[in-house]
């Protein structure tokens, strides 16, 4: 009698898709705030890539398929943590030149970052929160 070994990889499918959406949402500069640097999402994008090798070997173990979740897991860690939140009078400037916008607006993906309470429009409120940032308090 054999015994095959099942091998499952549906959470290593979910957390690459989930990488790599956050990977591709992610903006690119050193400087702006709300931003990852190159290296950061270069360096997501090497564990998305491994894994995606796993992902697509019909030989994988299951082990390598855990290890590749592991991977995942803290390469998303470590990117949420690189997104740049020092924040200058520049992004005040970005944002009230964005004032009154909201998730209808065309741009919305490009600025969203700016909505610092997270209702989904760029008002005073996330201007005070943006200026306090700036100011250290």
């Not at 549906?10 to 690459?16: G, M, N, P, R, S």
């Not at 995606?52 to 299951?62: K, P, S």
């Not at 009154?100 to 700016?114: L, N, V």
Request: charged share 15%.
């Amino acid at each position: 009698q054999i015994t095959v070994p099942i091998l499952d990889k549906t959470e290593l499918y979910a957390k690459i898709a989930a990488a790599q959406a956050q990977v591709d949402a992610a903006k690119i500069s050193s400087t702006k705030w709300g931003h990852y640097s190159q290296s950061a999402v270069d360096a997501c994008k090497a564990v998305i890539s491994s894994a995606n090798t796993v992902a697509n070997d019909l030989n994988a173990t299951q082990a390598q398929a855990d290890q590749a979740v592991t991977n995942l897991d803290a390469a998303m860690t470590v990117f949420a943590a690189a997104v740049n939140t020092t924040a200058s009078i520049g992004d005040l400037a970005l944002l009230a030149s964005h004032y009154g916008a909201s998730s209808s607006s065309t741009d919305w993906a490009s600025i969203q970052m700016y909505d610092l309470n997270h209702d989904n429009k760029l008002d005073i409120i996330d201007l005070a929160a943006m200026a306090r940032k700036i100011l250290g308090l």
